[in-house]
Each structure stands twice: as structure tokens, then as C-alpha cells.
């Protein structure tokens, strides 16, 4: 892909010490039901919750976890809430991606002072288990970040939560970690953002795509990937671009009624089986064409697996100069052709797919023309 560009990191010191994602937050509908649909068909499980029974009377909240990943599903029990109008507005999506870090005070007053919207000052919860610190601060959109400082608690969760009393056990589908959250920003938005990652905490550019890199005969977008000191967060940034017909960031940008939380890219170590047990489990993957696979050797060199069950599945390959990924991206998980998942396993790659741009691309316009969107 001639028009990308890969510049390595070169920090000596990490000005904004993040230890990896926390959790990811979504403000939902229907929090139970949401809850039901993550163990039964993602593999999490249920481990905790608040809601009326705990002294909780604005909202209820379900931790959902899988390996490193954890997922909260939040909804309001009353209209008059800032919940009920999140998803009045946007549907069911993502409110907070928050981040662990060691010192939540301090890395707030520093955000801040770099020019981070506040979103709620620091906070100390406690119980018998010790003390969680969460701070908040406002990226693009009503998407926020709160900043998490968990090293003085040994609960499961944090404080005010109780164990989930239902059926919230699950064997897992493989899920091990968040590799990347996507942010899809307005038209002219991405450079801005891409600056506050930088000047705020302290991000790097790993890679940009141009238009010309993204497009299909129809539809542009531009991306650049930014990444914290120790790479455990990447946040690759979208905007739309200019195209014949409508990009699917526009798409999304009108139904999500601006900017917010695209994918997420879920990490396992070994995508066949862990989207053969989604698949069956009813999730649903765009697909390429069949010919996408009658090259794939060819463009990416061997690889370990076994390409029946990888041309079966519809799963995607790509290499870098460090070695390939396999990944797959699901349709979108509400009836709003908003947030969907990738499932992706690395193996030595640390790229994006970029040379699956083109065939997903046109996979998601076959899409967008069906729901009369492109
Ligand atoms: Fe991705």
C-alpha cells in the first residue's frame, strides 16, 4: 500500500502512563437483556452488577468480563437521564472508553492542563475491599475517557457493585483482549483529534491512511492510527472523504447523530475457532467474495493455517514487513448501522489490514446499499 506510511514511535519517556484499557462502557436500552446477549452469544461473563437492590435508583449496570476484556452495560431507569438521552440520541453505543492508569488524580490535572474537557472530577469509591479512584475526561463526540486507578482495591469490580445473582457463568469463545477502538469523527475532525491524543496524552501516530489508500470505486475515508507510550491502546481516527456516493462514515455519522466509537477489535489466539463458535452462536460476519481467496496465498506468502476453514468462515489475511493477521468484522450489533466488532489474531503483524481495505470496503457498500444508505 504505497500512499500509508509507518512511522515507529520514538518516546523516550512516556509523558501519560496508561496500563491498558479498563473497561468499555456502553449506555444501552435494555441492560439486561444486553447482558444476555453478551454471555449467550460473545461468551462473557456475567460478573457483577448495581442497580435499585444495591441503593443504585438512577441507572443499573452489569459488568460483563472475558479475559482481560470487560464490558459494563448501563441503562436509565427513568426518562429524565443523561443515559436515557444518550441513547434517545444515539441508540445503544459506547459512552466511556476508560483507561487504568496508577495515579487517576494526577493524571486528570494533567489532562486537564493540557486542554482536556473535564467530564467529572476525580472520585474516590471505597469499600470493604478498598478504594477505586475514576476521574473523567471528554473526547470526540459524547464519547468520554474516565481514568481508573485500581491498585489499593481487591474486589472484582469497584465499589457499589454486588456479584451478579443469575446464571452469569460462560465458557468463553477465546476473546483475550481490546487490540484497538476506532473513533469515526466529522469531515475536517480527524487532524484535530489526532492532535489532542498527542498534546493531551501524550499518543503518537503510528500509521495514516489517505483517501486514495481507502477508497473504493464509490466511497473515501482517511484514517490515522494513534497509540500511547507502551502501544497497549491504539486508537485509529476516521473521517470521511470524498466519493461518489455516501462513505460508510457518513453512513455512521448519521445514525449515530455524530461522532463516536466505530469498532472494536477484540483480540484472540485463534480465530478459527473462536468465530466458528460466534458463528454459531448466530453472530454475523461480512463476507468477501469468493475470489478474495483464489489470490491470498499469493499476496501474503504461507501461513500456519489451514485455508479451508479460513475461506469457509469469510476470515480476512494480511502481512506487514513483521509478519500477518488473520481478522473479520462483524455486521453492526443494533438495528442503527453503528458499532461493530473485529476479531483479530496477530501473528507478528502490528498493522491494521490495510490490504483488506478495498475488498471489506465494498462488502460493507453491498450493505449499505441494502439498508438504502449508500
Ligand atoms: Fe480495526
Same mark, same amino acid.
Given at each position: ?218 466511497? *473515501? ?5 494513534? *497509540? ?120 507478528? *503483524? ?25
Amino acid at each position: 500500500m504505497g500512499t500509508a506510511t509507518l512511522t515507529a514511535p520514538e518516546q523516550v519517556t512516556d509523558t501519560f502512563p496508561i496500563n491498558g484499557t479498563d473497561f468499555i462502557e456502553f449506555y444501552v436500552g435494555n441492560a439486561k437483556q444486553a447482558a444476555h446477549f453478551y454471555r449467550n452469544v460473545f461468551g462473557y461473563k456475567i460478573l457483577a452488577y448495581r442497580g435499585p437492590e444495591t441503593g443504585t435508583r438512577d441507572r443499573a449496570s452489569y459488568i460483563l468480563e472475558q479475559d482481560k476484556v470487560r464490558l459494563v452495560l448501563t441503562t436509565a431507569l427513568r426518562p429524565d437521564s443523561e443515559i436515557a438521552a444518550h441513547v434517545h440520541k444515539h441508540g445503544d453505543g459506547v459512552k466511556d472508553i476508560a483507561l487504568w492508569v496508577d495515579d487517576a488524580r494526577k493524571a486528570f490535572r494533567l489532562a486537564v492542563e493540557r486542554g482536556a474537557k473535564p467530564a467529572y472530577e476525580p472520585k474516590s469509591l471505597v469499600d470493604e475491599n478498598g478504594e477505586v479512584v475514576l476521574a473523567g475526561i471528554h473526547t470526540y463526540g459524547e464519547t468520554i475517557h474516565s481514568l481508573v486507578e485500581r491498585k489499593n482495591y481487591k474486589g472484582p469490580f469497584m465499589p457499589g457493585f454486588v456479584p451478579f445473582a443469575g446464571k452469569g457463568d460462560s465458557q468463553g469463545v477465546g476473546l483475550k483482549y481490546i487490540d484497538h477502538c476506532v473513533g469515526n469523527v466529522e469531515l475536517g475532525a480527524m487532524n484535530k483529534w489526532v492532535k489532542y491524543y498527542a498534546d493531551v496524552l501524550g499518543f503518537t501516530q503510528l500509521i495514516s491512511f489517505d483517501d486514495k489508500a481507502i477508497s473504493t470505486e464509490y466511497s *473515501a475515508l482517511m484514517s490515522k492510527v494513534v *497509540a500511547n507510550g507502551n502501544g497497549r491502546i491504539k486508537f485509529p481516527l476516521n473521517e470521511p472523504a470524498k466519493g461518489k456516493k455516501k462513505s460508510q462514515i457518513d453512513e455512521y455519522l448519521e445514525f449515530y447523530e455524530g461522532p463516536g466509537c466505530q469498532h472494536i477489535a477484540i483480540a484472540t489466539d485463534n480465530i478459527i475457532d473462536t468465530v466458528t463458535k460466534l458463528r454459531d452462536n448466530g453472530v454475523e460476519f461480512l463476507r468477501v467474495p469468493g475470489t478474495y481467496y483464489d489470490t491470498v496465498t499469493e499476496r501474503v506468502g504461507k501461513i500456519d493455517e489451514d485455508l479451508a476453514p479460513i475461506r469457509d468462515l469469510g476470515i480476512l489475511v494480511d502481512r506487514d514487513e513483521e509478519g500477518y493477521l488473520l481478522q473479520i468484522f462483524s455486521k453492526p450489533m443494533e438495528d442503527r448501522p453503528t458499532l461493530f466488532y473485529e476479531i483479530i489474531q496477530r501473528k507478528g *503483524a502490528k498493522s491494521f489490514g490495510a490490504g483488506n481495505f478495498k475488498a471489506l470496503f465494498e462488502a460493507l457498500e453491498r450493505e449499505q446499499d441494502l439498508r438504502g444508505n449508500l
